[in-house]
Structure formats: C-alpha cells, structure tokens
C-alpha cells in the first residue's frame, strides 16, 4: 500500500467514460407492454426513453476502460477501484472482476449506497488519495432492469442500466474537492428497497417529497463545507430520477435549471451510474471550464444523500 500523507495530496478528475447498452426502450414501447402512454411518463418524469441489457461488470469495464484511456494511463498505474452499484452481477467480488478485466492490479472493492452510490465513491476515492494512494478509478454501474418489476407501471418508466466512470488522479496541494456531505436516515429504507432477489418497491409521492429535502440538506452542507454560496455553482450535476425533482431541488437552493446537468430524458434513471453519465454529457458538451465550481448530488434507498463541490481542473502531478 502506498504511504499514509494526509493533508499533501488532492485529487483531481483526469479521464471520464460512459457505457450504456444498446438496446433503446422508448415510452411508446412501454406503452405497448402496460397501461402508461408516453405523454404520462414525460409530464411526470421527463424520461422520453431509457437503455436497457447488459451486466453491471460488463458495463463497468467499458466506462472504466474509456476513462483510463482519456486519462492516458496504463491499467496497471491504478492505486485502487472503487465500483458503486446497488446491483451486483454477484454477491461480491464485483470490482475485483472488473479489476482483473482491465488488467489492473490494485485494492478493488464495491459500495452500495443505491443511488447515491457514485458521490460515496468518488469521496472515498479523494479519501484513498489523501491517504497516499496516486491513481484511482471510480465506478458508478447499475443494472436496475433485472430489479424492476415489469407489470408495475408505478416503477417501470422510471429505472434503466448504464455506466459512468471517472480517474481521479493525485496532485500537489488540496486538489479539486472543496466540501462534501455523506448522509443517510435509515428510518426511511421502506419508501424505497428491495430484498434480496426481489423487485424496487417504492411509494413513490413520498420519495419524491423527502428526496427533495434530502438534496437540498445535504448540498447546502458541502457548499457550506466549501465556503461558497449557490451563486457560485457553475454547474450541478444532480441524480438523475425524475426531471421534477431536479427542479424542485433547483428551485430551493436558489439554482438556475440552465445550470443542471439532465440526461434522464435519454437514460431514465440509472442509480450509481446516472452522476457520471450527467457529468460526462455536460463535459462532452463543453459546458465545464477551468476553475468552475461544480456541485454533485445524489439521493437514492435507504435513503442516502451524497453531495461534494469540485473546483473543475488543476495539473496532474505525474
Ligand atoms: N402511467 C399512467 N398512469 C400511471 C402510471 C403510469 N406509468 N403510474 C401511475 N399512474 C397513475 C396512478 O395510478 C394514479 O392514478 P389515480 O389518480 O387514478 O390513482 C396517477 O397516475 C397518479 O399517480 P401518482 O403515483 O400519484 O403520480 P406521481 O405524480 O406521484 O408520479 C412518480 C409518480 C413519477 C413515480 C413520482 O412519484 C416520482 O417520481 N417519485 C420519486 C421516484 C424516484 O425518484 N424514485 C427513485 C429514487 S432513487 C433510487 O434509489 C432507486
């Protein structure tokens, strides 16, 4: 392991990549397989339409191949992998798989928060770095079709698979990440969960109201961590559920909706995956430049909220 040397390194985001599968399920397709129309699902969703197939392992070794690529590193340079999924191909060993398809040979581990799963990753990735660690990937993949219970049209708009992943690479001095906020309140897991084999059950009305609350709570947290105000918010990349509540959180913390990142339109909701999707669209786009402030947030089951502030950019000290 490399050496403990907290408080020298930061860590900066070097390389991003995405995966989704092929197939394309649209709204009018659902429409043919339950009582739902596409004019429901848009006006109270956003999604138009959503991917669906593949495994959570494969998909990850396809957003984590792009991202080394970009970062212009070998496999074999990566410190540790981080993989953030609520739907495990396996029980474990996940991120070990990935780890072994890449060619990589680092501690590699998986982290559940459902959809708030990739900020908890990405932290505990800056986290890695701060403690000594010089390289490290962090995967956000979900394979949420295999959960969804195709007869419940309450559910199935909503959830889809994808893969987004990032490297984040250490530097001189404190890096990009500014603040972050990891929170969760367990006495709320049975608005939203799922046993084990079983299928996303979910009293949606009630989500949505305590998913806006949980967001606004916990990016009011990092920008205050941060030291700035929503003003400075250049962009924010939010969790991808349900363009609504995006909204709605937008509209409470004092947030534009031209500055939010919003693929569900296109992806529906892919849990861990939906962040780094989001951020790599608005990147891909042009719409980050050096030294924008950057806020993520996420909410998902259990519930948990996630949220950090970056600063976009800084030299990776090779
Ligand atoms: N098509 C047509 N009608 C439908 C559908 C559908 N797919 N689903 C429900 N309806 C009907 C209902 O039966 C109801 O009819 P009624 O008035 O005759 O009883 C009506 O539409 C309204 O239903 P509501 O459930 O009250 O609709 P709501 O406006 O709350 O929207 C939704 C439902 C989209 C699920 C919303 O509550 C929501 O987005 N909640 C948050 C969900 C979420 O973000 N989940 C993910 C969390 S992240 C994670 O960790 C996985």
Redesign the pocket.
């Known amino acids: 392991m490399p050496a403990i040397r907290p408080g020298t390194k930061g860590g900066v985001i070097s390389g991003w990549g995405i995966a989704l599968p092929e197939k394309v399920l649209t709204n009018h397709e ?1 429409a043919e397989m ?4 596409d004019e ?2 848009v006006a ?2 956003g999604i138009h339409e959503r991917r669906i197939g593949g495994s959570t392992i494969g998909l990850s070794v396809e957003s984590g191949r792009q991202a080394l690529e970009m970062a212009g590193l070998d496999p074999s340079r990566i410190d540790g992998l981080v993989l953030a999924t ?1 739907t495990p191909d396996k029980q474990w060993g996940n991120a070990a798989a990935v780890q072994n398809e890449l060619g990589m040979r680092c501690g590699a581990f998986d982290v559940n928060a ?3 799963g990739f900020v908890y990753a990405l932290v505990c990735g800056h986290g890695l770095i701060a403690m000594g660690a010089d390289r490290v990937l962090v995967i956000g993949t979900d394979t ?1 079709s295999r959960i969804t219970d195709w007869d419940d ?7 889809a698979d994808g893969s987004g992943a990032v490297v984040i690479e250490s530097v001189d001095g404190p890096g990009q990440l500014l603040g972050w906020d990891l929170d969760a309140d367990g006495s709320l897991l049975s608005i ?1 969960q799922a046993e084990v084999g079983g299928y ?1 059950r ?1 009293e ?5 109201r305590r ?1 806006v609350r949980i967001m606004v709570d916990s990016a009011e947290k990092s920008m205050a961590h941060a030291g700035i105000s929503a003003d400075d918010v250049a962009l924010i990349v939010p ?1 991808q ?2 363009v ?2 995006i909204d709605a959180a937008c509209q409470r913390l004092g947030i534009p909706m031209e500055r939010a990142a919003v693929v569900l339109d296109k992806t529906g ?1 892919t ?1 861990s995956a939906s962040i780094p999707l989001a951020l790599a669209d608005a990147l891909d786009n042009g719409r980050v430049a050096n030294g924008d402030l950057v806020l993520f947030v996420g ?6 909220a996630a949220s950090c502030v970056v600063r976009w950019g800084g030299g990776v000290d090779d």
């Open positions: 659902l339950m009582d739902t129309s429901w699902i109270r969703t609520t459902a959809c708030s949420l049209r309450g559910t199935a708009p909503l959830f939203l996303i979910m949606g009305k009630e989500v949505f998913a969790h559920a349900n609504r509540i909701n849990s909410f998902g089951g259990g519930m948990t």
